[in-house]
């Protein structure tokens, strides 16, 4: 018999007889996806996916909870408008290929619809007013991962953010939004709008034009970034391979894993690394253990935040010619010999 046990840390569920509602970090139940709202030196957007007929009154709430003037539509209509109009939204369809950047013109009216919303070049007009009467422009493609962030990072560049921050402050709020394709257009994102212009009076001389930078690749950039913010206890140097101590197949280790997204609660995994996934943010790792006769496997991602601690309790005590030790699952031999000692004597020091 063979068990395998592979966590999915990243999701979270109520259960309701044999169904399941996702909840958001707030324990708020969304019966839609729930919208992304992006706030930020007084312009404010609402990032969702394409709502339908069916559930349109859901998305109409949240547009009025967060007062939402204008809805733009990046995508093929997949709902009237005429219950919009109603409550005072206007809807402006938009529409471009899906994984792609926006036109130029798209653009222009995009930062012509925000110049008329949220008032003068520094929208003050929008940042004095009352939390509740604040206006707020909605965006959405068909999943609200693709089209419509690349719309808000275009704004958020506009307002003096730099490119790469733009797609990493909107990543952060809404996982999975920009492809590589899209990440590339922004990052040669010129401003169309400069804020600080000089008085008349003041003459600007003309300067040489800038020497050609080469860049480092985008992708890798931002991956360092991330890595570097979730890397708070030395698992990267744990598993690299630069390091002569580093975890490697073979090594029994004991992980200590969070239950629960509010992680007042931890459960224990022991077992040997029978397989190593190097790729930068979704490196993984898979332990396997014998339980009763029975293997049990578990995989973690080295950087999730589920993931409290990774103490190695034995180095790989031989150097095995394969990177996954797939094959101990029919042919355990000695290397799980060790581990029902290693746990007795983790137990005693508990105690």
Same mark, same amino acid.
């Given at each position: 018999?063979?068990?395998?046990?592979?966590?999915?840390?990243?999701?979270?569920?109520?259960?309701?007889?044999?169904?399941?509602?996702?909840?958001?970090?707030?324990?708020?139940?969304?019966?839609?996806?729930?919208?992304?709202?992006?706030?930020?030196?007084?312009?404010?957007?609402?990032?969702?996916?394409?709502?339908?007929?069916?559930?349109?009154?859901?998305?109409?709430?949240?547009?009025?909870?967060?007062?939402?003037?204008?809805?733009?539509?990046?995508?093929?209509?997949?709902?009237?408008?005429?219950?919009?109009?109603?409550?005072?939204?206007?809807?402006?369809?938009?529409?471009?290929?899906?994984?792609?950047?926006?036109?130029?013109?798209?653009?222009?009216?995009?930062?012509?619809?925000?110049?008329?919303?949220?008032?003068?070049?520094?929208?003050?007009?929008?940042?004095?007013?009352?939390?509740?009467?604040?206006?707020?422009?909605?965006?959405?493609?068909?999943?609200?991962?693709?089209?419509?962030?690349?719309?808000?990072?275009?704004?958020?560049?506009?307002?003096?953010?730099?490119?790469?921050?733009?797609?990493?402050? /909107?990543?952060? @709020? !809404?996982? *999975?939004?920009?492809? =590589?394709?899209? %990440?590339?257009? &922004?990052?040669?994102?010129?401003?169309?709008?400069?804020?600080?212009?000089?008085?008349?009076?003041?003459?600007?001389?003309?300067?040489?034009?800038?020497?050609?930078?080469?860049?480092?690749?985008?992708?890798?950039?931002?991956?360092?970034?991330?890595?570097?913010?979730?890397?708070?206890?030395?698992?990267?140097?744990?598993?690299?391979?630069?390091?002569?101590?580093?975890?490697?197949?073979?090594?029994?280790?004991?992980?200590?894993?969070?239950?629960?997204?509010?992680?007042?609660?931890?459960?224990?995994?022991?077992?040997?690394? /029978?397989?190593? @996934? !190097?790729? *930068?943010?979704?490196? =993984?790792?898979? %332990?396997?253990? &014998?339980?009763?006769?029975?293997?049990?496997?578990?995989?973690?991602?080295?950087?999730?935040?589920?993931?409290?601690?990774?103490?190695?309790?034995?180095?790989?005590?031989?150097?095995?010619?394969?990177?996954?030790?797939?094959?101990?699952?029919?042919?355990?031999?000695?290397?799980?010999?060790?581990?029902?000692?290693?746990?007795?004597?983790?137990?005693?020091?508990?105690?």
């Amino acid at each position: 018999i063979r068990m395998r046990i592979i966590p999915r840390p990243d999701q979270h569920y109520t259960m309701s007889g044999r169904s399941a509602t996702p909840v958001n970090a707030a324990g708020r139940s969304f019966l839609i996806n729930p919208p992304t709202f992006i706030d930020y030196k007084g312009v404010r957007f609402l990032i969702v996916d394409a709502p339908s007929n069916n559930n349109l009154p859901m998305y109409l709430k949240e547009f009025k909870r967060y007062n939402v003037t204008d809805v733009v539509r990046c995508c093929e209509p997949t709902y009237s408008k005429g219950p919009l109009e109603e409550q005072g939204i206007k809807v402006h369809d938009w529409v471009f290929g899906d994984g792609e950047a926006p036109p130029s013109s798209i653009i222009q009216q995009w930062l012509d619809l925000i110049q008329s919303r949220f008032g003068d070049k520094d929208h003050g007009d929008n940042e004095k007013k009352n939390k509740a009467i604040k206006a707020c422009i909605a965006t959405h493609c068909v999943a609200g991962l693709g089209r419509a962030p690349v719309l808000v990072a275009i704004a958020l560049i506009e307002e003096g953010m730099a490119p790469l921050d733009s797609v990493a402050y /909107i990543r952060e @709020r !809404r996982r *999975g939004a920009i492809n =590589n394709k899209q %990440l590339k257009f &922004i990052e040669g994102y010129k401003r169309r709008d400069s804020k600080f212009t000089p008085p008349s009076n003041v003459t600007v001389p003309s300067s040489a034009p800038a020497p050609k930078v080469t860049r480092k690749n985008v992708i890798e950039t931002i991956t360092k970034e991330q890595i570097s913010q979730l890397d708070t206890d030395g698992r990267s140097e744990l598993f690299s391979k630069k390091n002569p101590n580093a975890v490697r197949p073979g090594s029994i280790l004991l992980v200590e894993n969070y239950t629960s997204k509010s992680k007042d609660t931890t459960a224990t995994f022991m077992g040997v690394v /029978i397989a190593i @996934r !190097r790729k *930068g943010l979704d490196t =993984n790792f898979t %332990l396997r253990n &014998i339980v009763l006769k029975v293997g049990v496997e578990q995989r973690f991602s080295l950087y999730s935040p589920m993931l409290k601690s990774i103490k190695v309790l034995s180095p790989a005590k031989e150097k095995f010619r394969r990177a996954k030790l797939f094959y101990l699952r029919d042919k355990p031999g000695k290397v799980f010999q060790p581990l029902q000692g290693l746990w007795k004597q983790e137990q005693q020091k508990d105690m």
